[in-house]
């Protein structure tokens, strides 16, 4: 099966306009991300999912001076987006990777991509969201091509089109869906935020480039991240007003997998390194 990562960007965020443009270490965010996920293994192929707009030609012009495809959309509706760059790979399953992601792990990605392929004949969808597990910002979800054009033909919502993958997960009576957590039995993804909204993560995300980048080494994992943020608590708490943000609290009341159940909160957590094998929690 040929597995396609779709990282989805564009410069027209209303809380940090230009995001994925921003520098780090000379080089755009987006730029930066995409070295990062050029060091999986798991994926056979990497595409940018930008919108039609005349503002993102900037992404355009990126994407083609690196030599990775991209394919441009609407700008609302990503699900489209998303089945477009599936068409257009003759990909088999799809991998969304939001570009406000630009410390997520190429070994986590691995990860889960490798649970799913390994699974795929019993799975429509897996993910390491539901529950969340590792820090905020190393979102993973794989979707076969007939879930996913499934969801194309009959999500309604706003929300399920903006965020492409609601429809599926948000069902799992209907698709069958799993969940991938941190080895160990590790939770930071209330108490440590990596993701791209603010200039205060800007701000956490470059201190933690210029920490750990080398350039033409590997990348620095999510364990470097985590105990660089312990050493550097002034860093750490850069964001931390930001903590527990999310597109899903807005929608708690109409996604019936989130409506009943306890939202997390923010807590000291242990942050010893164990090592171990990934542990699946079915979902559905």
Known sequence: MKVVAVVQARTGSSRLPGKVL???LGRPVLQRMLERLAATTELDEILVATTRLDADQAIRTLCRSLGVRSISGDPQDLLDRHRQAALATKAGAVVKIPSDCPLIDPGVIDLVVRFYRENQARLDYASNLHPATWPDGNDV???HVEALEE???EARRPFQREHTTPFIWDQPGRFATAN???PGGRDLSASHRLTLDYAEDYRLIRAVFEALHREGAAPFSVEEIVAYLERTPEVRALNARHLGSSWMS????ELR??????ERKHTNTNTNTNSGSCREVPLG
């Open 151 to 153: 969801s194309w033909r």
């Open 141 to 143: 979800e794989v979707m």
């Open 250 to 253: 807005r929608h708690r009341d």
């Open 257 to 262: 997998t989130l409506a009943h159940a306890p």
């Open 22 to 24: 921003l520098p780090v």
């Open 180 to 182: 991938v957590v941190w």
